[in-house]
């Protein structure tokens, strides 16, 4: 009912219109009612409150430094956005930062290996928490007292004003940028009201006010503000909680023998007809889960035609120059004033005894003291002066061969262009390796993050694995981000000591190979205006690169095929089932994105997700050959195999009606087509540069799929998807 709804317009239309058209079309049909969706505040506790609860662990991975601790302070429910917004500043200022004092001093007692904290404001009643990782359960009353003693501690000593003015810098520059990926705007913003709506009826606006939120918090860096939000809501607030989550050899088998007994216990309850009619409605659920919407329901949701559908697509614009011996690409894409530079450093030739540590390396730029500053005070600069510096292993597919890149990001405002590559400079020339304490924790936070990446994007990660089989991209992914970069983040943490002399030399050779100035390649998104700027200051940093190294081996992939799976405590899966149809010799179309949109949002959806019990399941058909089939959270393993090798038949009987047709063209068209941000307008065009794709290249997949029939899907696609599995012995899963 709408009465238990909020509606958002956003974007340059007519309002009136929409609102007339909302007004008759949906609005009038209905009565206002009164709808009692009000959430309740929870009272403040007279005292803390602790909780203990258990997770499973294997034998082989013990108990020990595997409990977490989360310490939970609550809010009242009245406190205001600018409040809100300065202990979002707080708790970057205190624990997200480099050398975050809070998580400094909580590493610097050995409690836990990892410290993070979090300042979620979108509900009634913020929540602030910190949490350790890799803990013991004896650790508890030290985190406790460790964290409200050095919160009183800054109350009397005062925030860094530097580190206040780089945390509210950086959140100001990425909040006026806008830049959220591939999400659109208006759907943030919404979400973003939706933050004081939903709690007060007259506040939509407050939240999105950002002039006046970034003015009043840049104003009171010089006051006594930020000391005395933590005084008024943290370390003397008894609304909170401290919950140790600790592991368990046994809690699994106890819950599933407790499953059982309960199970057991309820169907001999039964009488046999009970028991007859619990089995008919199960039937009877399946029976309605595999059936399809029928036409009449169908015919209700309205859909665009296909001469709604533009074959147009997005220009590309790579202008190339050379500035002393090293090309620049210029994409001329309106930014607003801010300069979005690449810096990308080819490592094809890297010698491949590198290549294991090219993910720590990555970690460690940005992330340890250089010759003119400590790691603290360098992120506090760029963030201060830039919108941010990131590190990341840049791989990309052509037609024959690939491509990987060390790849330095860095977004200014024009005249900061200039400080962004003096900075860029001193990190590749000058960080300090030999810093043992440092980039241990380092490692140990790299440690945390992949144990995270493997249970939350176990999709991704057995993906990557079984594309690392064949394909050289998946493969340097998974060594840079995936179960092999987790091995040896491992192998370095378990032996540290004996292996840190060893991997600090092992660093500084890369950044001598890596740095010079035949391996660099320069991107830069925006105006001539911002290109001229950057040209002034090219020549200085391109003079400073280093000279080519000789007598390199470079990486030379080799194909092996390990048909692997990886065992973890919990009781779901992730499969995947990956091949390569241009190895078959057949050809990439646009067809295969419609292909895509059908088989995700029909057959696997229903098969996998519907009657499978699987949170979601993927496929994905690429222009260099790479496919795949990948499901999430997947309580099957043989049955979904099953389904995957089952595609060839439902391409057999495939007969989409007109309809459903131009349904699977619109997916497809809406993934082919959506707003971009400007820096991921000059991203698409580097990348159409890097592989050689053209405008026409672009307009012609379009063209397939939008033309895409019911034939050409039967016709191509059932010799590919044999080929490809007929091909394909790259398995990978992860067990229960």
């Known amino acids: 009912h709408p009465s238990n709804s909020y509606i958002i317009i956003y974007g340059n239309t007519n309002m009136e219109e929409k609102l007339a058209w909302l007004d008759k079309e949906y609005l009038s049909a209905f009565d206002a009612i009164e709808i009692d969706s009000k959430i309740h505040v929870q009272k403040p506790f007279d005292k803390v409150v602790e909780r203990e609860v258990e997770y499973p662990v294997s034998q082989a991975q013990g108990t020990e430094n595997k409990t977490y601790i989360s310490y939970n302070v609550a809010l009242p429910s009245n406190t205001t956005v600018i409040d809100s917004w300065g202990l979002d500043i707080v708790t970057q200022v205190l624990l997200e930062a480099a050398g975050a004092p809070l998580k400094q001093a909580l590493l610097d007692e050995k409690i836990g290996e990892v410290i993070n904290g979090s300042y979620e404001s979108s509900i009634l009643q913020p929540v602030f928490s910190i949490n350790t990782v890799n803990a013991n359960v004896s650790d508890k009353e030290r985190f406790v007292n460790k964290i409200e003693e050095e919160l009183n501690k800054v109350i009397v000593n005062k925030l860094d004003k530097n580190a206040l003015k780089a945390a509210i810098n950086g959140y100001e520059f990425k909040l006026r940028e806008a830049d959220y990926g591939g999400m659109s705007k208006g759907l943030i913003y919404a979400l973003n009201s939706l933050g004081t709506w939903l709690y007060d009826d007259n506040d939509p606006f407050s939240s999105l006010e950002l002039t006046k939120i970034f003015d009043a918090l840049k104003a009171a860096i010089d006051t006594n503000f930020y000391e005395e939000l933590i005084s008024k809501y943290l370390p003397n607030n008894s ?60 015919e209700t949701i309205p859909l665009l035609k296909k001469e709604d559908l533009s074959y147009d697509v997005l220009p590309l614009s790579n202008i190339e120059s050379v500035v002393d011996g090293v090309k620049v690409v210029h994409h001329d894409v309106s930014t607003n004033g801010i300069g979005y530079v690449r810096l990308l450093f080819n490592l094809l030739n890297l010698d491949e005894k590198y290549i294991p540590y090219l993910g720590i390396f990555r970690t460690m730029l940005g992330s340890l003291d250089t010759k003119e500053h400590t790691y603290q005070t360098l992120e506090q600069d760029v963030n201060i002066h830039t919108g941010g510096i990131d590190m990341s292993i840049y791989t990309i597919n052509k037609a024959s061969s690939y491509d990987m890149n060390l790849n330095i990001r860095v977004s200014a405002l024009y005249d900061k262009l200039n400080y962004a590559l003096e900075i860029i400079d001193e990190i590749i020339h000058t960080t300090n390796y030999d810093m043992k304490n440092r980039v241990k924790e380092c490692l140990s936070i790299e440690v945390s993050i992949m144990q995270q990446k493997l249970v939350g994007r176990g999709h991704v990660q057995s993906l990557t694995r079984a594309m690392s089989y064949n394909e050289p991209t998946y493969f340097i992914t998974d060594t840079v981000d995936g179960i092999r970069y987790f091995d040896l983040l491992n192998d370095l943490t378990k032996n540290y000591d004996e292996l840190y002399d060893g991997l600090v030399n092992t660093l500084k050779e890369m950044a001598l190979s890596i740095f010079t100035k035949e391996n660099l390649l320069v991107s830069f998104t925006g105006s001539k205006e911002g290109l001229d700027e950057l040209s002034k200051v090219l020549p200085k940093f391109i003079s400073s690169l280093n000279k080519p190294c000789e007598g390199v081996n470079p990486f030379v992939f080799k194909a092996e095929q390990l048909n692997e799976g990886f065992k973890a405590p919990y009781d779901v899966q992730y499969v995947a089932l990956c091949g390569n149809f241009k190895k078959a010799n057949l050809p990439y179309t646009g067809s295969l994105q419609v292909f895509q949109n059908a088989i995700s949002t029909d057959y696997l959806w229903k098969n996998v997700r519907v009657l499978g019990g699987a949170y979601g399941c993927m496929c994905g058909f690429r222009k260099t050959g790479e496919s795949y089939f990948v499901s999430y959270r997947d309580p099957n393993l043989s049955k979904t195999l099953e389904v995957y090798r089952d595609v060839v038949n439902y391409i057999k009987e495939f007969d989409a009606t007109p309809d459903e047709m131009i349904k699977y063209i619109i997916g497809a068209v809406g993934s082919y087509d959506f707003p971009l941000s400007p820096a991921n307008k000059g991203a698409r065009c580097l990348g159409a540069y890097l592989t050689g794709t053209t405008v026409e290249d672009y307009k012609k997949e379009k063209q397939q799929i939008i033309d895409t029939t019911v034939e ?25």
């Open 239 to 298: 609304h909170k909680a401290v919950v140790v989550v600790k592991p368990s050899l046994d809690i699994q088998a106890k819950k599933e023998a407790a499953l059982k007994e309960k199970l057991a216990n309820y169907k001999n309850s039964l009488t046999l007809e009970e028991a007859e009619e619990i089995v008919k409605q199960t039937k009877e659920l399946k029976e309605y889960q595999a059936s399809p919407d029928s036409k009449e329901n169908l």
């Open 712 to 736: 050409d899907i039967k016709n191509v696609l059932e010799l590919m998807i044999l080929k490809m599995l007929v091909l394909q012995k790259d398995i990978k899963l992860f067990l229960k």
